[in-house]
């Protein structure tokens, strides 16, 4: 539901602020006219810093690749914490802001311009901290993925490996675990 919210939010917020800037300035237009940071009225008809220019078609494929990707990934992935969830909408909100622009108008409407960093928007500045948690959520919880496995049953065989002597694999000798050796074995319950 997280994801959800954060998804409408964001395309909201994008569609919104998009259509304001249309509204307000001519393509070109900057306020202020120089500084830092400017609200500056452009078109891209490509992809990010206006790589693939003219090509629609392609764009919008690809969001639709990009979108059931991104979905396919929240469906499997076994991570469930509120970052991934709030990161996933953004993605997705992000990414379905700029695909209906490119549907509707056949180009994206950027705004935001940064020193001498290419012109972007809300969506693409969605994507890419979306992106920042995503990435953040699965190195953070990389270690913690792969915990240490524990011995279950009787009689399970353990090599007995000395890094001294050099063993290789096959002058590896099994090892039964026994019950007493293994910490808090539960008592058999079909005795």
Same mark, same amino acid.
């Given at each position: 539901?997280?994801?959800?919210?954060?998804?409408?939010?964001?395309?909201?917020?994008?569609?919104?602020?998009?259509?304001?800037?249309?509204?307000?300035? @001519?393509?070109?237009?900057?306020?202020?006219? @120089?500084?830092?940071?400017?609200?500056?009225?452009?078109?891209?008809?490509?992809?990010? #810093?206006?790589? #693939?220019?003219?090509?629609? %078609?392609?764009?919008?494929?690809? @969001?639709?690749?990009?979108?059931?990707?991104?979905?396919?990934?929240?469906?499997?992935?076994?991570?469930?914490?509120?970052?991934?969830?709030?990161?996933?909408?953004?993605?997705?909100?992000?990414?379905?802001?700029?695909?209906?622009?490119?549907?509707?108008?056949?180009?994206?409407?950027?705004?935001?311009?940064?020193?001498?960093?290419?012109?972007?928007?809300?969506?693409?500045?969605?994507?890419?901290?979306?992106?920042?948690?995503?990435?953040?959520?699965?190195?953070?919880?990389?270690? @913690?993925?792969?915990?240490?496995? &524990?011995?279950? &049953?009787?009689?399970?065989? %353990?090599?007995?490996?000395?890094?001294?002597?050099?063993?290789?694999?096959? &002058?590896? &000798?099994?090892?039964?675990?026994?019950?007493?050796?293994?910490?808090?074995?539960?008592?058999?319950?079909?005795?």
């Amino acid at each position: 539901m997280i994801s959800l919210v954060i998804m409408i939010a964001t395309l909201m917020a994008d569609q919104v602020t998009k259509a304001l800037i249309v509204l307000t300035l @001519s393509p070109g237009q900057s306020v202020p006219n @120089s500084g830092l940071f400017r609200l500056t009225y452009v078109t891209n008809s490509g992809s990010a #810093f206006g790589l #693939f220019p003219n090509q629609t %078609l392609f764009l919008i494929l690809a @969001s639709f690749v990009g979108i059931g990707v991104l979905l396919l990934f929240y469906r499997t992935h076994p991570v469930s914490s509120t970052i991934l969830r709030l990161s996933l909408g953004l993605q997705l909100g992000g990414a379905i802001g700029n695909l209906v622009d490119r549907a509707r108008l056949g180009y994206v409407v950027d705004f935001i311009d940064v020193g001498a960093w290419p012109v972007f928007n809300l969506a693409d500045s969605a994507i890419v901290v979306g992106l920042i948690g995503l990435l953040w959520t699965l190195m953070s919880t990389k270690d @913690s993925s792969h915990p240490e496995p &524990e011995p279950t &049953e009787e009689g399970m065989l %353990l090599p007995v490996v000395s890094v001294d002597e050099g063993l290789l694999a096959s &002058e590896m &000798e099994p090892t039964s675990v026994s019950d007493n050796v293994v910490p808090g074995k539960r008592e058999d319950q079909w005795e």
